[in-house]
């Protein structure tokens, strides 16, 4: 009998243990990384997935071993990382531009000079990928395909960071600020509903149009309208990225500073209260936005400050939350290692050094954000 009972406890001691272990799905992080310019073959293609997988482990062990970042933003051990990375590759859908423009170029080799062909040739192929996928038409098919990888994970239960390399920062920075359900529809309706909703649900539902000075203007029409109000819950549970998925994003080689300077502004801004909106849901909502660079890399380009919750709340004359642990930050300090020239492409190569800096740029910034200075 005793024999027996002990084998009991034991099967109840294995289930148990099973049991646990099959439990936390909700737990995992998903990191998810997305390619840059000039990536428009399959060999580039084979270069970018051997170096995200070489990163990949290097950013999961800083994650994990760093005590402040283990603490912050895997909750003490609540999350764990999967081991498996995601990459989004969209360098296939600039070729077919690219190639007319190789081909232009073949034809001007029979009458330009030799140095001013060299340099139409860097520009274009290192700033061709950069222009276009910030035309709306080409970043909204990166988006969607990228919002089919980040839905996928969240029904899977989990949470996601994003890693943007080079003109791939660019879709992390369009991903947040088109998904992130950070419009107050009381504003432009007047009701006090408190109904939040993303600009991609916003225009896809009808209520309205994204103007080309990036300010959301409604829909004219009032049975359109009132139509699209009553259907916009069904279009942010599709379009838009539900709260508390995405941890953070961390964009590298980025020239994010040069495409989008203007600087958070209550007055310059065109769409301030958007703009306000989009910083208060990251604070609120504890996503870290990392700006990382190699300080050699000539593509990565620098600001002159960082701003904090104080520079916020000063600017929008508000509060933020006492509770969000959310920031911006940019750190440009570590150095590739290698030649200034290679830098660009030295993220993966030198994945550990990266790793570091990604880490003191998530502890620098949370410091200048919070203003904790040691």
Not at 123 to 136: G, P, S
Not at 257 to 276: C, E, P, V
Request: with cysteine.
């Amino acid at each position: 009998m005793k024999k027996v009972l002990n084998l009991f406890l034991v099967f109840m001691l294995f289930l148990g243990a099973n049991c646990v272990q099959a439990d936390p799905a909700a737990q995992n992080i998903q990191f998810i990384y997305i390619n840059g310019s000039n990536s428009n073959d399959e060999r580039a293609k084979e270069a970018y997935v051997k170096g995200f997988h070489t990163m990949h482990k290097q950013m999961q062990n800083i994650f994990e071993d760093d005590e402040f970042i283990y603490q912050n933003v895997l909750d003490n051990g609540k999350y764990t990382i999967n081991t498996n990375e995601e990459i989004l590759f969209w360098g296939f859908k600039s070729n077919q531009e690219l190639n007319v423009i190789k081909n232009n170029l073949d034809e001007a080799k029979k009458t330009s000079p030799i140095v001013a062909q060299t340099i139409r040739s860097i520009l274009a192929h290192c700033m061709h990928d950069a222009i276009w996928v910030q035309r709306e038409t080409n970043m909204q098919k990166i988006i969607n395909q990228l919002h089919r990888y980040v839905m996928a994970s969240h029904e899977k239960g989990e949470k996601v960071i994003l890693f943007g390399h080079s003109a791939g920062s660019f879709v992390t920075y369009e991903y947040m600020i088109h998904k992130l359900k950070v419009v107050n529809l009381d504003r432009y309706t007047g009701k006090k509903d408190n109904k939040y909703t993303c600009i991609d649900a916003f225009v896809k539902s009808g209520l309205g149009y994204k103007l080309a000075t990036d300010e959301l203007a409604l829909n004219q029409n009032e049975k359109q309208f009132a139509k699209a109000y009553n259907d916009i819950d069904k279009y942010t549970e599709t379009a838009c990225v539900p709260d508390n998925t995405i941890l953070g994003a961390v964009n590298f080689g980025s020239p994010l500073s040069l495409f989008y300077s203007s600087q958070i502004s209550h007055t310059n801004g065109n769409n301030a209260a958007y703009q306000y909106s989009f910083l208060k849901y990251i604070q609120e909502n504890d996503i870290f936005l990392l700006n990382v660079n190699f300080a050699d890399d000539p593509v990565g380009f620098p600001v002159s400050r960082n701003i904090s919750k104080a520079d916020i709340e000063m600017e929008f004359n508000t509060n933020l939350s006492d509770n969000g642990k959310g920031f911006i930050y940019t750190y440009q300090k570590a150095r590739s290692g290698g030649m200034f020239a290679t830098a660009h492409f030295a993220y993966w190569k030198h994945a550990k050094r990266f790793a570091k800096a990604v880490r003191d740029a998530y502890k620098k910034g949370y410091s200048n954000f919070y203003a904790l200075y040691e």
